[in-house]
Structures are given as structure tokens and as C-alpha cells.
């Protein structure tokens, strides 16, 4: 469904990305791991037009799709949450789901019906779906932070993704928040049969849920294939995970 | 959901009697209070249309004046220069304002924030040197006078009435403008771009028709002042202008939606009664300005409007 080949971007002198190749298949979950630094953010940014790459292509769905804006990645089925959080904090909960979801329905440009009588249904079932229904009329901006990584989520899903990109997606949330959303995620995987890449931190969630994982190290990728072959990949071993101790110390 | 509608129904009972109130004025009042609450609806209006991208659109509109001001003299020149009928004149000017701010749009809105405010205040003061420069066209610093209006609105009840009404409309068609998915996702964007932007929405055209739809209502403001007083000059394109619509905007409150219509009516009361007392009346509106950023940095309808919904004792948003 995804294809990223030969992928580059530098800022100044400094090579983010150097060369990454990533492939997703359809209904899979892959996860890229990495030490920080290691440009999995870029690579996001990259595939999702946040960024435009400096060499290298993204196919998706057959299509070249490299450099296009973001907003049109987006229409064409990539939607994605980003690691920091990044929600619209003077809207209600509600109102940041209907944004994307009035989008996606392109209904953008509508000058003269009323926002309040649109999308509600579709809104209320994806709200429904990450559980936070009940904090609908909140002001997004006060809700806890494990409440806002949810919404990520929940705005990213707005978009009728059929690729759902996850920016370390339980960055911050405390134990009951992240498996609250481990179980989000195979919810979205078995249910919706979204395709998921994520990129974590947390190596227990990545081993728990992803179907194969993506080494990348200093802007490369040095590995793509299923959870035990990396695991006991040497070449990972050395430059992942002894040293992700050190810089997590 | 019963309450909701009650309290609808209480407010469009409200704006039924304050219209209506509106109407029976010029019964009343004397010529010089009728010319005083026609002012105060066009600045009302012209405010109003600034903040619709400034508020609601997190756009940095710096010289909003040169729309006003070529709304009006679009309609001023069709009528004095080619002898149109006002009428036609009067559908001219606001769309002459929206292809103005259309072009200046496209340049600008590659640029962000501020330096989209400052190439628009060199752009916008180009095309009042023109207006100033052009002589025997626009009739430079003198502008034009004595403008005919059509015989309905010539008197000044009939302006007036002309002007309650257009301001009216226009801002009913604005309040249904910002509660469109338009206006929800133009409001999206002013509080995180780069996520509107992620879940699809191209970001620049949806700025760009907020430009429009706000130069357009710029230029109907003008063709109002040019009904209220039948003339034109060019201190209606200056950038001190742009200034002055700013602050009625923050003055009043650039979150609330007729908070720009209030800071236009202090404003406007203020510079009317302050300025027969003293001639330092920018100094005046210095202060005030100043002031309000201090304490009042919702606005004073913002204030009002933060008081209320602590004394209602609701922190919800969907309450508003």
C-alpha cells in the first residue's frame, strides 16, 4: 500500500533522513523503531507532505506521491497524529473531530448551513470509538494529556484514513493511558482494518502489536522484517538497542 | 435541548426589539444623532468584516482600510465619473473591494503572520497613492463630493433606514458565514494551521475566500458611508484608517462576534463628543488603546461576555 524508497532530507548540513525505505501492506501494523534522532519524525513528516524530501519517492496506492501538499496526501487516504501534541486547544472536543470530518466530506467551502446540524453521527461514532464521548463539550486544551494523544487519534480518524500514521502515539501517557491505547489501536487494526505505522519508544507496546518493525539508525534504514528476526538481529543490536540505554540514561 | 431553544428564542426576541427599536428612531432623533448611528453602523460593519479574518481567521489584515475605500469610490466613481445609475454603482463597489483583496491576497498569503501584514500595508498604500495621486480621475486629496443618491435614500431618514437595513443583512449573512463549516474550519486553522492542514484542508484558499468574503463586506461598508455622506476622500484608504478599524476591533473584542460593532460605537461616541472638547483626540485614542491591551485584553464585549458565563458557572464550551 506504501512504498518509501531511497528517501533524503537534510536541514543545513545536517542529514535527517539518508537514504530510508519503508513498505506497509495493507490491514498491516508496522512499527518503526529507533534511537532518538534517528529521523523517524522526519520520515513521517516526509511521507505526509508536512516536509518535502530531498531525493527519494512515496508511492501510495500505486501513485507517486512525493512532495505533494499535505492536504492532498491527506485526501488521498494518509492521515496521521503527530508526537507532540497538536490539536486545535480553543475548540470543543467535539468541534476538533468535526473539522476534520466536515474535510473529508468536503464541505469546506460551505458558506451558509449551520456547522451544529452537520457531520454530528459521524463525529459522535468516531468519539464513540476512542471513548471520549463523554468529554465531547469540553474545551480540547484542558483535557488531560493522555486525553489529548486520544484525540489525536480520534481527528486523525476524521479523515477516513485508509493509512493511519501514529507519531509515538503514547509519548507521555501514564501506564493505564498507554495500554488503554494499545487497545485502541488493535481495535482500529481488527475492527476498522486500518493500516497502521507508528513509530514508539516503548518497546513492549511495539513488540505487542506490530506486525513487522523498521530499524532506522542516523537517517537509515538498516532493517524491515518481522518482530523475532529483529529482535535477534545482531546489526540492531548493536546500534539500537545497547545504545538507546545510554541515551535513555 | 428545550433550554437551548428557549434561549434562542430569547435572543432572536432581543434582536427583533433592538430592529425594531432601530426603526423607530428617526421619529425621535434629531438629524444630527440619525448621521451619528449611521456612522457608527458603517464603522460597525466595516469592523465587523476586518475581524472575520482578523478574529475568526487569525489573519494579520493591516490595512483593511483600502477595501473600505474602494468600495466606495467604485460606487462614487460610477456614479460621478460615468454617470451610472447609483444602484448598479452601489453592487460595483463591493465587488470591485473583493477582486481587489482577491489579487492582493494571492501575493500576500504566501506569506505569514506579520509579513503578510506588511507587504499588505505596501501593497494597500500603492493603491492609495494612486487614489491620491490621480487627479483627474479620482479627484486626489480633494476626493468627490455631493454624490446623487437616488431619491429613497437621498433624505436622511432614508439613508439611515438604507444603512440599519444593509448592515442588518450584512451582518446576518456574516453571523451564518462564521457558524458554517467555512467559518468552523477558518477558526481551525487560525488556532493550528499545520493541523488543518494534516486533516485535509487546503489551508491558503480557505485564507484567501476569508479575504474575499471579507474585502467584499468591506466595500458594502463603504458604499454605506458613501449613502451616509455622499462623498469620498482619500484618508479613506490611509493606513491610520487601518489602524483605527483595528483597534475598534480589540476595543470592543475580536472574539466575541459583535464585539467589533461595540468597539466601533465607543470609538466612534468618543471621538464625536471628545474631539468638540479638545483637538488631541489621537492622543485620546492612544491612551484608550493602551489601556484596553492592559486590562481588557479580551475586548470590553469579551469581558462582559467571560463575567457572564462565570456568573452562569459554566466552564463548557458548547455554552456559548
Redesign the interface.
Known amino acids: 500500500m506504501l512504498q518509501v524508497e531511497e528517501i533524503k532530507k537534510s536541514f543545513g548540513g545536517f542529514q535527517a533522513v539518508d537514504g530510508a525505505n519503508l513498505d506497509v501492506k495493507k490491514s498491516e501494523i508496522v512499527a518503526v523503531i529507533g534511537p532518538n534522532g534517528a529521523g523517524k519524525t522526519t520520515l513521517f513528516n516526509l511521507i505526509?507532505g508536512?516536509l518535502k524530501p530531498d531525493g527519494g519517492r512515496v508511492v501510495f496506492k500505486g501513485e507517486e506521491i512525493t512532495g505533494w501538499?499535505?492536504?492532498r496526501i491527506?485526501?488521498k487516504g494518509v492521515?496521521?497524529s503527530?508526537q507532540v501534541v497538536?490539536?486545535?486547544?480553543?475548540?470543543?472536543v467535539?468541534?476538533n473531530v468535526?473539522?476534520?470530518v466536515?474535510?473529508?466530506q468536503r464541505?469546506?467551502?460551505?458558506?451558509?448551513?449551520?456547522?451544529?446540524t452537520?457531520v454530528i453521527q459521524e463525529t459522535q461514532n468516531i468519539l464513540e470509538s476512542v471513548r471520549l464521548t463523554d468529554k465531547a463539550?469540553?474545551?480540547s486544551g484542558?483535557l488531560s494529556h493522555g486525553d489529548q494523544k486520544v484525540l489525536e487519534i480520534a481527528?486523525?480518524l476524521?479523515?477516513k484514513p485508509e493509512l493511519l500514521i501514529l507519531d509515538e502515539p503514547t509519548a507521555g501517557m501514564s501506564p493505564e493511558e498507554t495500554s488503554r491505547c494499545i487497545d485502541l489501536i488493535r481495535h482500529l487494526s481488527t475492527d476498522f482494518g486500518l493500516t497502521i505505522l507508528f513509530c514508539e519508544h516503548d518497546m513492549e507496546l511495539v513488540f505487542a502489536i506490530a506486525h513487522r518493525i523498521m530499524v532506522m539508525v542516523h537517517g537509515r534504514s538498516i532493517i524491515q522484517a518481522l518482530p523475532e528476526e529483529v529482535r535477534c538481529n545482531r546489526e540492531v543490536q548493536d546500534a539500537y538497542l545497547g545504545e538507546s540505554e545510554v541515551q535513555d540514561a | 435541548m428545550s433550554v437551548k431553544s428557549e434561549t434562542h428564542r430569547k435572543e432572536i426576541w432581543v434582536a427583533a426589539a433592538a430592529f425594531a427599536l432601530l426603526l423607530l428612531l428617526p421619529f425621535v432623533l434629531k438629524r444630527f444623532y440619525l448621521y451619528f448611528l449611521g456612522l457608527v453602523f458603517v464603522n460597525g460593519l466595516f469592523a465587523m468584516s476586518l475581524n472575520l479574518v482578523l478574529g475568526y481567521g487569525g489573519i494579520f489584515q493591516f490595512h483593511h482600510a483600502v477595501f473600505y475605500g474602494v468600495g466606495a469610490y467604485g460606487t462614487a466613481l460610477m456614479i460621478a465619473k460615468f454617470g451610472q445609475s447609483p444602484w448598479l454603482g452601489f453592487l460595483v463597489g463591493p465587488l470591485l473591494a473583493a477582486s481587489v483583496s482577491a489579487l492582493m491576497g494571492m501575493i500576500c498569503i504566501r506569506l505569514s503572520k506579520l509579513y503578510f501584514g506588511m507587504l499588505q500595508i505596501s501593497l494597500g498604500s500603492l493603491v492609495w497613492a494612486t487614489v491620491y495621486r490621480w487627479y483627474n480621475f479620482t479627484g486626489g486629496d480633494d476626493g468627490i463630493h455631493g454624490i446623487s443618491m437616488p431619491s429613497l435614500i437621498a433624505s436622511p431618514k432614508g439613508s439611515y433606514y438604507f444603512i440599519v437595513l444593509m448592515t442588518g443583512a450584512c451582518l446576518g449573512v456574516m453571523y451564518l458565514i462564521v457558524k458554517s463549516p467555512f467559518g468552523s474550519v477558518l477558526q481551525g486553522i487560525r488556532d493550528n494551521p499545520v493541523r488543518s492542514e494534516a486533516v485535509g484542508v487546503n489551508v491558503r484558499l480557505q485564507q484567501l475566500l476569508a479575504l474575499i468574503i471579507a474585502g467584499f463586506f468591506a466595500g458594502v461598508a463603504g458604499v454605506l458611508f458613501v449613502v451616509l455622506d455622499n462623498s469620498v476622500f482619500p484618508d479613506m484608504l490611509f493606513w491610520t484608517l487601518s489602524l483605527e478599524v483595528l483597534i475598534m476591533c480589540l476595543l470592543g473584542g475580536w472574539f466575541t462576534f459583535l464585539g467589533p460593532v461595540m468597539g466601533a460605537a465607543i470609538l466612534i461616541a468618543l471621538r464625536t463628543f471628545v474631539s468638540t472638547f479638545t483637538e488631541y483626540w489621537a492622543l485620546i485614542q492612544g491612551i484608550i488603546l493602551m489601556l484596553v491591551i492592559i486590562f481588557l485584553p479580551e475586548g470590553v464585549l469579551g469581558y462582559l461576555h467571560r463575567k457572564w458565563s462565570q456568573f452562569k458557572g459554566s466552564g463548557l464550551a458548547g455554552e456559548k
Request: aromatic share 12%; hydrophobic share 35%.
Open positions: 505526509t508536512i501538499p499535505a492536504y491527506c485526501k492521515s496521521r503527530f497538536n490539536i486545535f486547544p480553543r475548540l470543543a467535539f468541534e468535526q473539522i476534520s466536515l474535510s473529508q464541505k469546506t467551502y460551505d458558506l451558509l448551513s449551520p456547522s451544529k452537520l463539550r469540553h474545551v484542558s481527528i486523525a476524521g479523515s
